[in-house]
């Protein structure tokens, strides 16, 4: 991590001072949300109900309630569905869900793994990686 460093200019009475700031902001997890939170707050800021949802979407109310309490995430079926129900792209919910899902995971879990690198300058075609053997387990 690089020191971002700011200059501050601080008049005090008749002298000016300069003093630097330290702007570095450590990186962190970023926070994610469960779609289903996201559904809410949009049916509770515009008052709709779960019912007229799953009514225009021509399903249970239940799975929308499912949704909404973070009990079931959102599928491709579903992210089109309330895309198109709210004027959103699909991507937008699958990339809440994806996200929230990786949220859920322990990096820790995943230390054990030794990277392969890859030589950043060459490009594999589709007919060369179509050719390779697949990896035995």
């Known amino acids: 991590m690089s020191k ?3 200059t501050i200019k601080h008049r005090s009475g ?5 003093m630097e700031v330290d702007m570095t902001v450590a990186p962190r997890r ?14 509770a800021q515009n008052q709709i109900t779960q019912s ?12 929308i309630s499912d949704i909404c309490r973070g009990r079931r995430g959102v599928t491709p079926d579903m992210a089109m569905r309330l895309g ?15 996200n929230w899902e990786l949220s859920q995971l322990d990096e820790a879990a995943y230390s054990g793994i030794e990277p ?3 030589d950043a300058g060459r ?9 390779s053997p697949s990896p035995t387990r």
């Open 14 to 18: 008749e002298h000016d001072r300069r």
């Open 52 to 63: 007229l949802v799953a009514e225009r979407l021509g399903m249970a109310q239940s799975k």
């Open 4 to 6: 971002s460093l700011t």
């Open 116 to 118: 392969i690198h890859l």
């Open 30 to 43: 970023a926070i994610a949300v469960h779609p289903g939170e996201i559904l809410q707050e949009i049916l």
């Open 123 to 131: 490009t594999i075609s589709p007919t060369e990686s179509a050719r």
């Open 84 to 98: 198109r129900l709210f004027g959103q792209s699909p991507r937008f919910w699958l990339n809440l869900q994806e």
